[in-house]
């Protein structure tokens, strides 16, 4: 016969089913220009929208490779909400100096990166016999809240962050699906201004973004005029046509910047001025303009010399 207490005890159990059970990891795979596969796994869901690979994070991947002699190669990189963390590993495999890949410090959302680093077989050196990241690996996870003291990622880039100047900062940011944080433009914008190395280095942070609610498409580009009234920043439309005239372009295979077929195997089609278009919206149902739920704008931010 069950006890008083017992009966008091069952009132205050969760039901069965109470609960939603935890969703399963998915894992995404990406192509690089050389043949090879890199594949990310993502949390099965956050509120932080973690779970997903976004569009601009599929695009910025490959404009990294197909830009990797000017932008990565032997560079210290910085992503920004990076979420699985996918451009940060291939500009990683594309030889960058340092990669720090941030993300909220969310546990499970830097548990997830570091398990991505962890298990990236193209990037070297990603694990040690100490069960832990080796001081030779081109990438690091760290938590980090926009806007916040940048102490914290100048401590992978720098033995003494305290002697560490200006110049010698992170050379490129990456900023992929960010902007339709509205409320975080200030905190985006500080961190841009603490982070991106000062002239004579040529240094830049590459804003991609898709418009996925486009009835609030001059919101999202409103975190531009943050930039352009603080007066110190450039910022201007990626044009790869001309990008790929004036740079380099990628040694693998030949390809270049502004070529279709660069684009094709991701279901990208590359229209010119900045801007892609995804052969599907990322969500189905929902509402507004179709061909700008599909469409990737890239931009890029400069300080002025």
């Not at 910085?78 to 594309?94: D, F, H, N, Q, R």
């Not at 990236?120 to 690091?140: D, H, M, Y």
């Not at 278009?277 to 002025?304: A, C, P, Q, S």
Request: proline residues 5%; contains cysteine; glycine residues 8%.
């Amino acid at each position: 016969m069950a006890s008083e207490e017992d009966d008091i005890s069952a009132l205050f159990e969760d039901p069965e089913g109470f609960y939603e059970p935890s969703k399963p990891y998915t894992f995404k795979e990406y192509q690089m220009l050389c043949g090879r596969h890199l594949t990310v796994r993502l949390v099965g869901h956050n509120p932080l929208w973690g779970h997903h690979l976004w569009q601009a994070g599929i695009v910025i991947s490959r404009y990294l490779e197909l830009r990797r002699h000017d932008l990565v190669e032997g560079q210290t990189i910085l992503e920004l909400g990076a979420g699985a963390g996918l451009p940060s590993l291939v500009a990683a495999y594309c030889g960058a100096k340092k990669v720090v890949i941030t993300d909220y410090p969310d546990l499970e959302l830097i548990e997830n990166i570091q398990h991505n680093i962890n298990n990236c077989e193209l990037i070297e050196s990603p694990f040690n016999g100490a069960g832990t990241t080796s001081p030779t690996t081109p990438a690091v996870a760290q938590g980090y809240l926009w806007g916040s003291d940048e102490k914290m990622l100048f401590q992978h880039v720098s033995t003494d962050i305290h002697q560490l100047r200006p110049r010698d900062r992170f050379n490129t940011l990456i900023l992929a699906d960010l902007l339709f944080n509205h409320s975080c433009h200030e905190s985006l914008f500080r961190t841009i201004e603490g982070t991106l190395a000062q002239p004579p280095t040529a240094a830049r942070a590459l804003v991609f973004f898709t418009p996925y609610r486009p009835w609030l498409l001059d919101k999202d580009l409103a975190f531009f005029d943050l930039l352009k009234k603080d007066g110190r920043f450039e910022v201007r439309r990626i044009d790869t046509e001309h990008s790929a005239q004036t740079q380099h372009p990628l040694g693998d295979n030949g390809e270049q910047d502004g070529s279709q077929s660069a684009w094709a195997d991701l279901g990208v089609e590359y229209v010119g001025g900045g801007e892609w278009h995804m052969n599907k919206v990322m969500f189905e149902d929902d509402r507004g303009d179709e061909r700008l739920r599909r469409t990737v704008f890239g931009y890029e931010i400069k300080r002025k010399r």
